[in-house]
């Protein structure tokens, strides 16, 4: 196996992504036959708060030739905010991440049911019913599956507008209460000899004052990376964001976040490179069998 790059410029490599073990549109097997055809080499599965696609997942992975990283995409709290974790776990999924999962699905029941009660309170019916209608898989349900009813029921007229007006962050369908706390998830992640990377850090709206708090914050928690490439991004934010990862010491990260095809990004999708030096996520020592290099004894 020939060993990843030492820098992030790795068109290979593609360490965020869902499957129908979420809100992804591929089941897991038809995701990393799409990641193959497209030339990845390494990737990661990091379902919403959930592993259930991963032994799918790696069995594809196997057969196809490509180099699978476990992972999870977490929903956490953070100052009153949500935020996503992703938890990379080249072990696997070990007991204290499971039992964190384990939490993670009971807070999206209850949450789920929150949602539906606030959206009844504006005017559509039945609001669990209808966001389970057509999901077949057994997964739980997300704000996306109650965008899809607001769009069903005529409330709103298309998914974006539904997030616009009744989902998105500080709207009435935005209900956090209920996931962990940031320290309590990085410590089921470290506690199964993962590696916790905070997702998207440009796509929390914050300012950068508020980002670099959020950076100290998810370090201090026991937080090894930053996702530096997400998807389409800005290059003047980008490098602003490469500084604030060097100056802690935090690995970066390069992921699309694909959800479905025909969309605007495909699985190995990410913006530019920046020329500000950081370290690639699979330096770090727990995922050197993933990236090729020698296991250190
Ligand atoms: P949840 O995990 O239930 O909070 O749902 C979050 C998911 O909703 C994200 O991972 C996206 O897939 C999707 N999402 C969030 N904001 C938007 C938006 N403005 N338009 C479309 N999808 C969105
Ligand atoms: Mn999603
Ligand atoms: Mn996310
Ligand atoms: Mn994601």
Same mark, same amino acid.
């Given at each position: 196996m020939i060993p990843l790059p030492d820098t992030l410029a790795a068109p290979g490599v593609d360490l965020h992504m869902h499957s129908t073990?979420?809100? %992804?549109?591929?089941?897991p097997e038809a995701l990393m036959s799409l990641c193959r055809s497209r030339g990845l080499t390494h990737v990661a599965l990091t379902d919403h708060d959930s592993v259930a696609g991963v032994a799918e997942a790696a069995a594809a992975a196997e057969r196809l030739g490509l180099t699978l990283l476990p992972g999870a995409e977490l929903s956490v709290q953070w100052r009153g905010l949500t935020v996503h974790v992703l938890g990379y776990l080249p072990e696997g999924a070990l007991a204290p991440m499971c039992e964190g999962l384990a939490a993670q699905a009971e807070a999206r029941e209850a949450r789920n049911l929150e949602i539906a009660r606030r959206l009844e309170a504006v005017g559509l019916d039945d609001a669990l019913a209808r966001a389970r209608?057509?999901?077949?898989?057994?997964r739980p349900l997300g704000r996306p599956d109650f965008a899809r009813a607001l769009v069903e029921a005529g409330v709103v007229p298309d998914i974006a507008a539904a997030f616009k007006r009744?989902? %998105?962050? %500080? !709207? $009435?369908?935005?209900? !956090?209460?209920h996931w962990p706390y940031l320290g309590e998830a990085l410590g089921w992640i470290r506690a199964s000899r993962g590696v916790a990377v905070l997702a998207?850090?440009? $796509?929390? !709206?914050?300012?950068r004052r508020k980002r670099g708090l959020l950076l100290d914050d998810f370090a201090t928690a026991g937080g090894e990376g930053a996702e530096l490439l997400s998807g389409f991004q800005n290059p003047d934010e980008t490098r602003d964001l490469a500084r604030q990862l060097a100056e802690r010491g935090l690995l970066a990260s390069r992921g699309?976040?694909?959800?479905?095809? %025909?969309?605007?990004l495909a699985p190995g999708t990410v913006s530019d490179v920046p020329r500000t030096p950081v370290t690639p996520l699979w330096h770090h020592p727990s995922l050197a069998a993933f990236a090729g290099r020698a296991v250190p004894s």
């Open positions: 073990a979420s809100d %992804g549109a591929l089941s209608a057509g999901v077949t898989e057994q009744y989902l %998105g962050a %500080g !709207k $009435r369908g935005d209900v !956090k209460m998207h850090p440009l $796509r929390y !709206k914050l300012t699309s976040d694909f959800h479905f095809p %025909g969309g605007h």
